[in-house]
């Protein structure tokens, strides 16, 4: 073989490897990264990418925030389906780990990379996750739309399971109470973080009222026995009743930035 048919050669073989490597990009963005079990799933009309969760009448579209029944995606052509229903007519593939396109929306704010994705209001279309609850799994690209109606699909990295986000305990108290009676559920971390919290509310709140009481009773048995220094009394009982506040308000302070922190 001559310079120029070797050179002819590898220019032919450098085409075919470049047309492999783009066909294969193509159908990994094409199809479901991950092992499908095909399930029957008791929804007529389906996308591809819609989230599934589990109820009283079968596998259907996820519908409310946070669901906490959160089972799967619907994947139209994912890269291993094992059909184990039983009625084939109404089996769907369902991907519950792996990488997987899913349908979002902007209800909740842009998705970044790396934002946990749940359940919203919309049946079956996921939104980012701003707050403790079940996820989904992570986002592995970016969405945004100035339409919050609008359903994009988004690559997601399918991990099913409840998770703590710190961050929203900056919100309102009926949030923090929220996640409070949340943690127990989430990770251990968590859980002994809330604990701790609580503790320390409690212990402030405890030891404010005890020193309160106990300053109110001897004030008032100052007064019965010294009528006459009653400004006096009076005005070390109000500097008390000061110390007392900041004591409960400094122990509530302190359980908060152990929730934030």
Do not use: H
């Not at 998705?111 to 209001?121: L, M, P, Q, R």
Request: proline letters at 2%; glycine letters at 10%; one cysteine or more.
């Amino acid at each position: 073989m001559n310079i120029s048919a070797r050179v002819s050669f590898a220019c032919l073989l450098l085409v075919v490897v470049s047309v492999a490597e783009v066909t294969t990009v193509s159908v990994a963005q094409e199809v479901g990264i991950g092992v499908a079990t095909g399930l029957s799933v008791n929804e007529d009309a389906l996308e591809d990418g819609d989230i599934l969760c589990t109820s009283g009448d079968g596998i259907k579209k996820c519908s409310g925030s946070y669901n906490s029944d959160i089972f799967g995606v619907y994947a139209v052509n994912p890269a291993v389906n094992f059909d184990t229903s039983e009625n084939v007519s109404s089996s769907r593939p369902i991907i519950r780990d792996g990488y997987v396109m899913v349908r979002v929306s902007a209800v909740n704010g842009a998705v970044k990379v790396g934002d946990y994705i749940t359940s919203s209001a919309t049946a079956g279309v996921g939104q980012k996750a701003d707050k403790s609850g079940n996820v989904l799994g992570t986002a592995l690209a970016e969405y945004s739309s100035d339409d919050r109606d609008e359903v994009g699909l988004v690559r997601v990295a399918v991990g099913i399971r409840p998770v703590i986000i710190a961050t929203s305990a900056r919100g309102n108290l009926v949030e923090v109470l929220r996640q409070g009676f949340l943690a127990p559920t989430l990770t251990p971390l968590a859980s002994l973080r809330y604990l701790l919290a609580i503790l320390i509310a409690l212990a402030s709140l405890i030891l404010g009222f005890i020193y309160f009481g106990k300053t109110a009773n001897s004030g008032v048995e100052s007064i019965g026995r010294n009528p006459m220094a009653v400004r006096v009394i009076t005005f070390g009982m109000i500097l008390n009743m000061a110390f007392t506040v900041m004591v409960v308000v400094g122990g509530l302070l302190l359980a908060y930035m152990v929730l934030i922190i």
